[in-house]
């Protein structure tokens, strides 16, 4: 792809990150996004990270890329879907997993699962989705705010993982609300626990994705953490976003979810950013239209059905024209295409050489929503701790939260 030099960046260059045993030569990682970061995509974000440029013009710099979330119910039981989510390419390394789960018991099982069947050698705990089906039960941004639970299933996690030398880390968010915080609490805890890192995406569960990060936020938790590494999240739509996000609050490394849709080249710019290169990438509509053709490719090769890879890659049509003039008929074409066949008739019928629209291809992407009311079991905020009734509740809650 084409790159065009950018004024130098203005932050240090950070050091590799240290994850228990693995070392990520570029402090980056690809944030678990449901129904995105598949085997698929995150094979395309390995091969740009990969090739991602350095201050010297060498190659070879690596980020972590985790799956897509997996429920820890789905996995003990080995769901056919979960059983397909884990499998990883035979390039990737380190292989990681994010499990979500919301009973201590059950996330162990599905840890030990992991680790001596030799699944994964890196294992993320999901405390940060703000999905309603998953916060009403308790689980993801929820759960911090149960201090006990929180800690029985980092510590657990820990407890299976440490003896086949798989780090844990943990995802959270800032809280449930700007009322129920619990994003300091809970990276104490993490640490005390044993967890290979934090990363705070700097929202409360009730913004969801709307509104601003607060990186001020993730300023603290590094202040308040200080044996393992602390990750920021959120707003980060260019590799000057990324260093900015380090040059405010002292992280050690950077987790990107939604800047990266449908723009997979991102990991090439922020290696080359760490690194201390002002050289980033800004590709034609051709090299663009190359890439969502070899995502549709991975996808297929993914679901070993074309139809469902064709589906999938719907989705991704929009992140990726952005800023184009690709015209609405050839785009809604594009919403409804079904083969590889039509999805190359398609690309060969738009203008190819059109160049890099600039600042119309910047900025956000993905979903954004608005504020709300975070869904939550009854009286789950009366207490920091589980009653009798919630502890049962929370036994119950992997059975009904579908997943993975």
């Keep these: 792809m084409s790159a065009t030099a950018l004024a130098p960046a203005v932050a240090p260059i950070l050091p590799p990150l240290q994850i228990g045993r693995h070392t990520i030569a570029s402090p980056v990682v690809l944030a678990p996004m449901a129904g995105i970061t598949n085997r698929a995509f995150r094979r395309l974000c390995r091969e740009y990270g990969d090739s991602g440029l350095t201050a010297g013009g060498a190659s070879g710099a690596t980020s972590l890329y985790v799956s897509e979330m997996i429920t ?6 080995r769901t056919p879907e979960s059983m397909r989510l884990i499998e990883h390419d035979p390039a990737e390394n380190p292989r ?38 998953v916060t009403r039960k308790g689980g993801g941004a929820a759960l911090p705010w149960k201090r006990d639970l929180f800690r029985g299933i980092v510590a657990g996690a820990v407890r299976e993982a440490s003896p086949y030398a798989v780090p844990v880390t943990v995802k959270m968010r800032v809280g449930i609300d700007a009322d129920h915080i619990t994003y ?28 601003t990060a607060d990186w001020s936020r993730i300023a603290r938790l590094k202040e308040a953490v200080t044996s393992i590494p602390v990750l920021g999240n959120g707003d980060i739509w260019s590799a000057e976003d990324a260093v900015e996000m380090v040059r405010q609050t002292g992280c050690d490394g950077v ?27 800004q590709p ?61 008739e398609l690309i060969d019928s738009m203008d190819l050489s059109a160049p890099w629209p600039g600042d119309a291809a910047e900025g956000q992407r993905g979903r954004a929503g608005s504020p709300r009311v975070v869904a939550l079991p009854h009286r789950w905020l ?15 809650a992997e059975l009904s939260v579908s997943g993975g």
């Design 184 to 211: 300091l609490a809970a990276g104490r805890a993490a640490e005390e626990e044993g967890a290979a890192a934090v990363a705070l995406h700097a929202r409360t569960a009730a913004q969801a994705y709307s509104g």
């Design 72 to 77: 820890s119910r789905a996995l003990v039981e």
């Design 284 to 344: 034609d509509l051709r090299e663009v239209t190359d890439t969502m053709r070899r995502h549709a490719a991975y996808l297929v090769e993914f679901y070993d059905d074309e139809l469902k890879g064709c589906r999938d890659i719907r989705k991704h049509i929009a992140w990726y024209l952005k800023g184009f003039p690709a015209g609405s008929t050839v785009r809604n074409q594009l919403a409804l295409v079904d083969s590889l066949a039509a999805l190359d």
């Design 382 to 396: 009366e207490s920091r701790d589980l009653d009798s009734a919630q502890r049962d509740e929370v036994a119950q």
């Design 96 to 133: 990681s997993v994010q499990l979500y789960g919301v009973d201590p018991a059950t996330v162990a099982a599905a840890v030990r699962m992991l680790v001596t069947e030799d699944r994964a050698d890196h294992i993320d705990l999901n405390f940060g989705c703000p999905v309603p089906k």
């Design 255 to 281: 987790v990107v979810g939604r800047g990266c849709l449908g723009r997979p080249w991102l990991f090439t710019d922020l290696a080359a950013a760490f690194a201390g290169s002002s050289v980033r990438v």
